[in-house]
């Protein structure tokens, strides 16, 4: 079994960054994919972005394309998400997954691992 635990969000002004993290635990195994996804009351659960096991290849929902950012750390167990350029309507819950597979997918159905979800919002 594998835990998926979000960390780093908050409340930050427009125009401002944020950093998440997600640490993978509980299991030997490293997830070949990792994405993140976000969610506001009422709405379907969306893609952000995702990244490879090797860091070297990454998508983005075209919403966050060039203001945020994946990466992978050394041990490969832990992701974060630089977000810059925050706008209100990047205000949401944000949620870390795992992906057994190795193809970025952007579906929901497609991730086999779901950390509980950061809340991070944009408002001044």
């Known amino acids: 079994q594998v835990q998926l635990v979000e960390s780093g969000g908050g409340l930050v002004q427009p125009g401002g960054s944020l950093s998440l993290s997600c640490a993978a635990s509980?299991?030997?195994?490293?997830?070949?994919?990792m994405g993140w996804f976000r969610q506001t009351p009422g709405k379907e659960r969306e893609f952000v972005g995702a990244?490879?096991?090797?860091?070297?290849?990454?998508y983005y929902a075209d919403s966050v394309k060039g203001r945020f950012t994946i990466s992978r750390g050394n041990n490969r167990n832990t992701m974060f998400l630089q977000m810059n350029s925050l706008k209100p309507e990047d205000t949401a819950v944000y949620f870390c997954?795992?992906?057994?597979?190795?193809?970025?997918?952007?579906?929901?159905?497609?991730?086999?691992?779901w950390g509980q979800g950061t809340q991070v919002t944009v408002s001044s």
């Open positions: 997954a795992g992906r057994e597979g190795g193809m970025l997918m952007t579906s929901t159905s497609t991730y086999n691992y």
């Open positions: 990244i490879n096991l090797g860091g070297d290849s990454s």
């Open positions: 509980g299991h030997t195994y490293i997830l070949p994919t």
